[in-house]
């Protein structure tokens, strides 16, 4: 769950008590709908890594190329799924009040976190496939090591625009993270707030 308006959220003890369900319900429709449009796009790009994968090795049907699909097959499904996991946790928004709302959107924002974690960390393991899948489908009459091929790839000039466009993503990636990481701080001093409200009404004349 992410890209809420915050002062739409601190709006919700500064309003008057009957706007506050629909408020809360709002974010939640509109958190709901989020997850969706992230599965869906993390669908519809691992059809197509592994439709263009099968592609590939129907056009190179080399035993390394074949397994370098398998791998990066197993890999894309396991990542998905994973993402999807985290996404399921995520959904479960209590809008029964202002406090239960506040509580399972800081669980919300945890999990969000952890998800942008789980992603930076499998990039590196996605890339490295993928990239032995690539030198994989080459012709190379040197018959070099694995390595060798990816590092003689890498450095032409097709590979060092892939390169680029995947430094960028890394750097989205991150983003991502801190942008999830504040978000989690935020909804945490959002609680301790109303918190620290709901105590001084309570301490009141």
Do not use: C
């Amino acid at each position: 769950m992410s890209g809420f308006d915050f002062d739409d959220i601190v709006a919700l003890w500064k309003e008057p008590e009957a706007g506050d369900q629909a408020m809360i319900q709002a974010l939640a429709k509109k958190a709901r709908r989020q997850a969706r449009l992230i599965g869906y796009l993390d669908a519809a790009l691992a059809v197509i890594v592994v439709v263009a994968v099968l592609f590939g090795t129907i056009m190179k049907p080399t035993p390394a190329a074949a397994a370098a699909a398998v791998m990066v097959t197993a890999l894309i499904f396991w990542i998905t799924w994973k993402r999807r996991s985290f996404r399921q946790m995520s959904r479960s928004l209590d809008t029964t009040g202002r406090q239960a709302f506040l509580e399972s959107s800081i669980r919300s924002a945890t999990v969000n976190l952890r998800r942008a974690t789980f992603t930076l960390a499998t990039f590196g393991p996605a890339i490295l496939f993928g990239l032995f899948y690539r030198v994989s489908t080459r012709d190379d009459p040197e018959f070099r090591h694995p390595i060798e091929s990816v590092v003689a790839w890498i450095t032409t000039p097709r590979g060092i625009l892939v390169m680029v466009v995947l430094a960028l993503l890394f750097a989205w990636g991150i983003r991502s993270w801190l942008r999830a990481k504040a978000e989690l701080r935020r909804w945490r001093e959002l609680r301790d707030a109303y918190d620290e409200e709901a105590a001084g009404t309570l301490d009141g004349p």
